[in-house]
């Protein structure tokens, strides 16, 4: 069984006191190798690590970090098909998703800090012929990054790459159901040429690891993805030491549907922005509302379209949804189906776990699951489920939709279909959340502000946004 090691001042060690957790491959069930169960011993070497390299490395020409960012880039791109399946056998999702989307975003996302540090530039305030203001932005020192399972390298490197872009060290730890991927990145690391300490990655538990990260006195900024109530422990650590934070939390999204849209554009991406990853995606559309004139051909069609998906092996070729993360998370995902038949609904397809046989026999699948039938108010449609589990509910009008999608305590998407251009800016603006795709979903442009309003997120990632987060803005006054 391959033993995964953390990476601390450029080697890869074990846990100081030598523990491990096992890691399990959710297609099987079976447990394929294991990972260090570190604690704040860990940490706390990572963190002197990371506070060694951190003058060498914030002083370093910027275009060297950029040069090293884009070797990474390369290297990750080189070894696709490596990461691309022990993502897949890591986090249970399809070999072929894993491949088109979640490497090929990990490679963009150290290309593009690699490119974006060097044309980030500070502000000048002129004050006539009184003065002159400019601002100087300087990398933190330490910062600590935090990610989740669902898109593991995918979300791992959009926060390490801005962070070392800046000129910050880098503490971070990967959810321990997925730690596959974050393994690999340390030895291209090192291939890279990237100067020990300045990434250190430390395996192990949330609350364990993720925990002495964010209490320890010399990490000043968090970045964290992840469900909301963690963000909310992180929050209430980081609180009383002034951390910065950006907290990338739950969703619980919504998918308005006007009968004026793309009918077929907008099916066949509804199936996406409902599936896509097994459901486990913070953005995709989980309370799906289609106007009532078009509310049944679209529930038949929904329907249909749905039943063609291929849960199974992931690694074959044909299968749409792959396994949930972990027996547990699949548990919570029935419980959930089980509530919304208590709270009313009627699961119009899916509901059941799938036994795919096969080397999958004991694995953790879900089927993709409609339900229909059920209030906004009800906990189904309220409560992050993040699985494959949509509800569909008909509307009347517009400003009774808005406030149905606006119902709960999330804000981080919003997908919304219509032609009609006027109303796509109306609601757009009224929405409560911090994306909002019109016509499409998932189009991501790496520059634009990415995170969540209400319980849903603190602060944005992405582009300037992110560069900004990982540095201190200083102002210098110059009396003319
Ligand atoms: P969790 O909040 O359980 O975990 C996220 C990360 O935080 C993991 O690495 C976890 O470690 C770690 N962690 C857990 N407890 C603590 C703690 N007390 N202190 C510090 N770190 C801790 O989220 P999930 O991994 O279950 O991910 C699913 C959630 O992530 C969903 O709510 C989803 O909406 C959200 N998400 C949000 C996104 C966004 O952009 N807004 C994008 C993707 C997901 P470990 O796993 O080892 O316990």
Redo the contacts with the bound molecule.
């Keep these: 069984m391959e033993q995964l090691k953390n990476y601390i001042g450029g080697k890869l060690i074990p846990s100081a006191d030598g523990a491990t957790l096992e890691n399990f491959n959710p297609a099987t069930g079976d447990a394929y190798s294991s990972l260090p169960d570190s604690d704040e011993i860990d940490v706390a070497r990572a963190v002197d690590a990371a506070k060694n390299a951190f003058p060498a490395w914030s002083t370093t020409p910027t275009e060297e970090r950029s040069r090293l960012l884009f070797r990474i880039s390369q290297l990750i791109e080189r070894d696709t098909e490596q990461f691309a399946l022990a993502e897949s056998t890591d986090q249970g999702k399809p070999l072929a998703l894993a491949h088109s989307v979640d490497i090929p975003r990990a490679v963009s996302n150290f290309r593009f800090f690699a490119s974006s540090l060097m044309h980030f530039a500070s502000e000048a305030h002129p004050m006539e012929q009184a003065a002159i203001n400019y601002t100087l932005r300087s990398p933190l020192g330490v910062a600590g990054c935090?990610?989740?399972?669902?898109?593991p390298i995918y979300?791992f490197t959009w926060k390490i790459a801005p962070a070392l872009a800046a000129g910050n060290c880098v503490v971070a730890?990967?959810?321990?159901?997925t730690p596959m991927t974050a393994f690999m990145l340390s030895s291209l690391c090192i291939e890279a040429g990237l100067p020990p300490g300045v990434l250190n990655i430390v395996h192990?538990?949330?609350?364990k690891?993720?925990?002495a990260?964010?209490a320890h006195r010399d990490v000043p900024a968090i970045s964290?993805?992840?469900?909301?109530?963690?963000?909310r422990?992180?929050a209430q650590?980081a609180a009383p030491m002034f951390k910065k934070l950006s907290l990338?939390?739950?969703?619980k999204n919504p998918a308005i549907i006007f009968a004026d849209c793309n009918y077929p554009e907008m099916l066949k991406t509804t199936v996406q922005s409902s599936f896509s990853n097994q459901g486990?995606?913070?953005?995709c559309g989980s309370r799906i509302f289609v106007e009532r004139s078009l509310y049944k051909q679209f529930k038949q069609d929904f329907i249909d379209a749905v039943k063609s998906l291929k849960v199974g092996d992931p690694l074959e070729s044909g299968t749409n949804l792959g396994a949930v993360v972990s027996e547990a998370?699949r548990e919570k995902i029935i419980s959930y189906i089980a509530l919304a038949r208590d709270e009313g609904g009627t699961i119009l397809f899916g509901g059941k776990k799938v036994n795919p046989g096969g080397r999958c026999s004991n694995g953790w699948f879900v089927e993709p699951t409609i339900i229909e039938g059920l209030p906004h108010t009800c906990r189904t449609n309220q409560e992050?489920i993040?699985g494959p589990v949509v509800t569909l509910t008909p509307f009347d009008r517009e400003d009774e939709v808005l406030q149905d999608a606006n119902s709960t305590q999330y804000g981080?998407a919003a997908i919304l279909w219509t032609d009609n251009l006027t109303r796509a800016h109306r609601i757009a603006a009224r929405i409560h959340s911090g994306i909002v795709w019109v016509n499409c979903w998932l189009l991501r442009d790496l520059r634009t502000p990415?995170?969540?309003m209400k319980n849903?997120?603190l602060g944005r990632?992405g582009g300037l946004e992110a560069l900004r987060f990982f540095t201190e803005p200083k102002n210098v006054c110059i009396k003319l």
Aim: hydrophobic share 35%.
């Design positions: 935090i990610s989740p399972w669902n898109l979300l730890k990967p959810s321990e159901l192990g538990l949330g609350t690891v993720g925990q990260i964010v964290f993805t992840g469900g909301t109530a963690t963000g422990t992180i650590t990338e939390m739950g969703g486990e995606i913070c953005l998370h992050e993040f981080l990415f995170g969540g849903s997120g990632e």
